[in-house]
């Protein structure tokens, strides 16, 4: 199917577990973005990537580790989760970062951290 | 630090118009968006503005005021399926995508 999906949609694990979020758009799009949504608060990104090969920390990276070796692919692993880590988590995907390019949501993954 | 606001929930009639106002105090400012939440759902764009005035697209409009620090979305006849959170994001000097919390429109019959 084309557009940006996530897997898996909902996620519980346990406190310590390492758990990988996966992240797969078929636009070819350049920008890559992870982000998470907690109530009272804004979208909050944790890391982008320009191209493959290409990371960078957002305002919320500690804790997260991505990569992305291909540019469909931005898969965001949690190392060692904590409840603090309970969210949802939404990958997006844009042709750019300058200028009036907009970015594309996935469905989101709904990870709760026992 | 960089702060946008909007208010948390706002309520209107089926039919009727509403306008959700946001103001951002940002590092650098290279454009404004908004987007549309429903419940459970992802963000999807609504529009953007980088220059001042009113942009108008069908019965979504939005408004940009550089040098106030404000935007605002105008929603006219108001259908039930426009209920959802509205999101403001700036795009600062770092081209990094800032957002607001949301504002929850309620529709009423």
């Known amino acids: 199917d084309a557009g940006i999906t996530q897997s898996p949609r909902y996620k519980i694990t346990e406190t310590g577990r390492q758990v990988t979020l996966m992240c797969h758009q078929t636009?070819?799009?350049?920008?890559m973005f992870w982000y998470r949504q907690d109530l009272g608060h804004g979208l909050r990104l944790i890391y982008y990537?320009?191209?493959?090969?290409?990371?960078d920390k957002g305002e919320v990276p500690d804790g997260y580790v991505v990569s992305r070796s291909k540019t469909e692919n931005f898969p965001l692993t949690l190392e060692s989760a904590t409840r603090s880590q309970t969210s949802v988590y939404f990958c997006?995907?844009?042709?750019?970062?300058?200028?009036?390019?907009?970015?594309?949501f996935g469905p989101g993954t709904r990870l709760t951290v026992t | 630090g960089q702060n946008i606001d909007q208010p948390t929930e706002m309520t209107a009639t089926e039919g009727a118009i509403v306008q959700i106002n946001c103001t951002y105090q940002?590092?650098?400012?290279?454009?404004l968006f908004w987007y549309q939440q429903h419940a459970g759902e992802a963000p999807t764009f609504l529009s953007y503005?980088?220059l001042d005035g009113l942009e108008e697209k069908g019965r979504f409009s939005s408004f940009l005021s550089r040098s106030k620090g404000y935007s605002y979305l105008l929603l006219k006849e108001l259908q039930m399926k426009d209920s959802a959170s509205y999101l403001c994001?700036?795009?600062?000097?770092?081209?990094?995508?800032?957002w607001g919390a949301g504002t929850k429109l309620i529709i009423k019959p």
């Open positions: 994001a700036v795009l600062d000097s770092n081209y990094q995508l800032i």
């Open positions: 990537s320009a191209a493959a090969d290409i990371t």
């Open positions: 940002t590092s650098g400012f290279n454009g």
């Open positions: 997006a995907s844009s042709e750019g970062r300058a200028g009036g390019y907009e970015q594309y």
């Open positions: 503005n980088v």
């Open positions: 636009w070819s799009h350049s920008y």
